[in-house]
């Protein structure tokens, strides 16, 4: 069976479109296999399937095998630098163009979601992340069912909430954790993205909208908060563009240097090329706080499990 050789399943869930949900994603899965472990992100995000874009794998086609759909490759392991697999499977894939609008009613994105779930053949992983459509949708509740008959509560990690920290975010992600709550999803802990904006020309972090909604709605549910990631305009430019513009030295933010590292090379060039983009993600501005969240989700899977 498709899921039966993976270890921890990690849902990443936000009640609202457009907070960063597929960023963190692919963030944490970025660190997830640079600290070793075998990772499998399945986008399950039916209606904007965003994951391939932000790997630069958006014109991989993925093939039919005997033991079900083989997902996209973005680097294979490599023991001797301790770096883990990382691959991907999305509902972008099997669209004949890029681009192409998905207009599917409930029943067949309920159905497609199954499929998604018991036909990918992933190989032995550490680290599943599902990347979710907002909102509690019919494919929410397909997709936790389907979880719930098809894995072991050993294998069913939780979920990742991402927010953003202004009001009208945060009552969305409250229905969020309220549905965790009735379905039996454990939350691992709540991510306030966009919190703050740093500026490109002093390095200044203004709270634009407000900040600190999401840490008090983990509050308020007893649940982890796994930290704010700012607004940073050079990380939007590296994901859209694949350029890596330089944050000046010395630039911090909540206590992380997320300044361009004095080693990386320069390079302005725009790239949809998979390796040097992973490349220039590792040392992207924000590269240290998706880190150190990341250990954090570490931290609460292994506490979650007992491991
Ligand atoms: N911390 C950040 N700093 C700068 N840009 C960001 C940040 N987080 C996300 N973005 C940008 O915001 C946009 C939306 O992010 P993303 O696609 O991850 O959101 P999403 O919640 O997955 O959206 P949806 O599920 O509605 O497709 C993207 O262009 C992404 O590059
Ligand atoms: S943060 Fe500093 S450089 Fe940026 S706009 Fe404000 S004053 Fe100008």
Request: aromatic share 6%; proline share 6%; with cysteine.
């Amino acid at each position: 069976m498709s899921l039966s050789k993976i270890k921890h399943i990690v849902l990443v869930l936000s009640g609202k479109g457009g907070v960063g949900k597929s960023s963190v994603t692919t963030q944490l899965a970025l660190s997830l296999s640079l600290a070793g472990h075998a990772v499998g992100v399945l986008d399950v995000d039916l209606t904007g399937p965003s994951i391939p874009r932000m790997f630069a794998i958006e014109d991989a086609k993925v093939t039919q095998a005997p033991g079900g759909w083989l997902p996209i490759t973005v680097h294979e392991a490599d023991p001797g630098a301790g770096v883990g697999s990382l691959r991907v499977m999305s509902l972008g894939f099997l669209l004949p163009r890029r681009g192409d609008a998905v207009v599917w009613r409930g029943p067949k994105k309920t159905a497609m979601v199954r499929q998604f779930l018991s036909d990918v053949f992933w190989d032995e992983l550490d680290y599943l992340l599902i990347d979710t459509p907002p909102g509690t949708s019919d494919e929410h509740i397909s997709l936790v069912e389907t979880l719930l008959q098809k894995t072991t509560p050993e294998q069913l990690a939780g979920a990742v909430v991402v927010t953003t920290p202004q009001a009208v975010a945060t009552a969305d992600v409250r229905k969020e954790l309220n549905f965790c709550a009735k379905t039996g999803i454990r939350v691992l802990g709540v991510v306030e993205n966009m919190s703050g904006f740093v500026c490109p020309n002093c390095s200044e972090c203004t709270n634009i909208f407000s900040s600190g909604g999401g840490e008090v709605m983990a509050n308020d549910f007893n649940v982890r908060f796994l930290g704010r990631v700012p607004i940073d305009p050079q990380f939007l430019v590296l994901i859209e563009t694949g350029r890596r513009p330089r944050n000046p030295e010395g630039t911090t933010v909540n206590g992380h240097n997320i300044s361009t590292p004095a080693g990386a090379p320069a390079d302005d060039q725009e790239t949809r090329d998979s390796a040097l983009l992973v490349q220039k993600y590792k040392d992207c501005s924000l590269a240290s706080i998706f880190h150190a969240i990341t250990a954090d989700v570490v931290a609460a899977v292994q506490q979650a499990q007992g491991s």
